[in-house]
T-cell receptor, first 116, second 111 residues
Framework: GAVVSQHPSWVICKSGTSVKIECRSL??????MFWYRQFPKQSLMLMAT?????????EQGVEKDKFLINHASLTLSTLTVTSAHPEDSSFYIC????????????FGPGTRLTVT | GENVEQHPSTLSVQEGDSAVIKCTYS??????FPWYKQELGKRPQLIID?????GEKKDQRIAVTLNKTAKHFSLHITETQPEDSAVYFC??????????FGKGTMLLVSP
């Protein structure tokens, strides 16, 4: 149980275009979903926290107009990278928490974004 | 906010040896401390976690200890095997909220 999927697993896009990444909880309802970015040989950095039906809370330094997050249902959150640049190339990982006071986060497999 | 320091950044051991990774945290409100193993290009995999109401937890070859007074917690892997080679991350959370990760430890187990 507690499976989280992400789509796509990898994507290559041209500079200036937008790309959408989906995160789904397959067998549970995720009250809260988290989006992380991980550069090579670095740790996971939290970008934003999203709760179903409300606006995402972004971490300091993360541009909310560039990284659009939508948590439209209890099983789906999307991250859209708008006007992508090569420096946005990274490994994007989502996670989901079950319930409002769940301790454990269940991670998706990640999406490798390359901006050319 | 929370700040998690992790040491060492790299750790090389011989197969069969023990490995210890240490983390410190700053926020006394943190009460959940998971450890993750991440292989290259894969998702972080929870290997063990501990909550603040206990001081130690063990699962086969893996154990975690927590000292709330000193705000530090450690991962202990005994009888290491080559397949234990990966990057290990500690994290801290005030329960039901965001995780703050350490910078990671690359563990290399040589046969």
């Amino acid at each position: 149980g507690a499976v989280v999927s992400q789509h796509p697993s990898w994507v290559i896009c041209k500079s200036g275009t937008s790309v959408k990444i989906e995160c789904r909880s397959l067998d549970f309802q995720a009250t809260t979903m988290f989006w992380y970015r991980q550069f090579p040989k670095q740790s996971l950095m939290l970008m934003a926290t999203s709760n179903e039906g409300s606006k995402a809370t972004y971490e300091q330094g993360v541009e909310k107009d560039k990284f659009l997050i939508n948590h439209a249902s209890l099983t789906l959150s999307t991250l859209t990278v708008t006007s992508a640049h090569p420096e946005d190339s990274s490994f994007y990982i989502c996670s989901a928490a079950q319930g409002s006071i769940s301790y454990e986060q269940y991670f998706g497999p990640g999406t490798r974004l390359t901006v050319t | 906010g929370e700040n998690v320091e992790q040491h060492p950044s790299t750790l090389s051991v011989q197969e069969g040896d023990s490995a210890v990774i240490k983390c410190t945290y700053s926020d006394s409100a943190s009460n959940y401390f998971p450890w993750y193993k991440q292989e290259l290009g894969k998702r972080p995999q929870l290997i063990i976690d501990i909550r603040s109401n206990v001081g130690e937890k063990k699962d086969q070859r893996i154990a975690v200890t927590l000292n709330k007074t000193a705000k530090h917690f450690s991962l202990h892997i005994t009888e290491t095997q080559p397949e234990d080679s990966a990057v290990y991350f500690c994290a801290a959370s005030p329960g039901g909220s965001t995780l703050t990760f350490g910078k990671g430890t690359m563990l290399l187990v040589s046969p």
